[in-house]
């Protein structure tokens, strides 16, 4: 038995020319019979850093009686000359969240995923107490199960109060200890009761992590890194997967 939420995530390889830059994390949503892969915005494109690739390797895996079979699958990131992926902007600035659309007929036909829907974001009315449990998954330095092709599962807890805009921008905090490559990772709950509503996959996406957050007074040499990280609030996903 493997747990549907391992499933749900996928590692990303960034691409220029076909050489390798950097490791991250994504996940699937689907929508109206769309699918989409998640990750953060300055994966697919970082102005600050020169990060500009040209497409992304994602792994799939292709038999779902031998988890070790898989393949890698390749998004472009332009096509004719146009960004492929959809970013968000609020009155904060960029949002550090991207989706491109994944040519499902393109997929390979026996590909084994979960894919996040509408139905897993958080009601409107729902509450999340500052300290709540959550689970970061991903792929933290690339590191996963090398074998089965798996990401791993970081512990995490709300940090700030949920639901308000931590200094005024889209993202809520977590602490949870992280490294590169967990960009673009679904930041979940587990979903109270039996969660039969939301059937194979009873979680509730709450964000999606970005980056770790430090102070800009920490003295390297003698304070310990904050271990808080930003993760953008997972509704956004509803106005970029819009049609």
């Not at 895996?61 to 492929?84: E, Q, W």
């Amino acid at each position: 038995m493997i747990d549907s939420l391992l499933l749900t995530a996928t590692r990303v390889i960034t691409r220029k020319q076909n050489a390798p830059l950097t490791n991250a994390t994504g996940f699937f949503f689907l929508r109206d019979g769309r699918l989409f892969l998640v990750t953060s915005r300055h994966v697919v494109f970082d102005e600050p850093s020169k990060h500009q690739p040209d497409s992304l390797e994602i792994e799939l895996h292709v038999d779902a009686a031998n988890m070790a079979k898989s393949t890698h699958f390749t998004i472009p990131l332009y096509r004719d000359g146009k960004s492929a992926w959809r970013q968000g902007l609020d009155t904060a600035g960029q949002i550090d969240v991207a989706v491109i659309e994944i040519d499902r007929a393109a997929l390979p036909p026996t590909a084994v995923y979960f894919a996040f829907t509408p139905e897993h974001l958080l009601a409107n009315d729902a509450h999340v107490e500052v300290g709540t449990s959550m689970l970061v998954v991903g792929f933290p330095l690339g590191f996963h199960d090398t074998l089965h092709h798996m990401p791993v599962v970081r512990h995490a807890v709300n940090a700030s109060s949920f639901g308000l805009r931590f200094q005024g921008k889209g993202y809520f905090l977590t602490d949870a200890r992280t490294h590169r490559g967990t960009s673009g990772a679904p930041v979940v709950m587990r979903v109270a009761g039996d969660g039969a509503a939301r059937g194979d996959l009873p979680w509730t996406l709450l964000g999606v992590h970005s980056a770790r957050l430090d102070s800009g007074t920490r003295d390297a040499e003698i304070d310990e890194a904050l271990g808080l990280n930003c993760a953008w609030y997972a509704d956004i996903l509803l106005t970029l997967t819009k049609r």
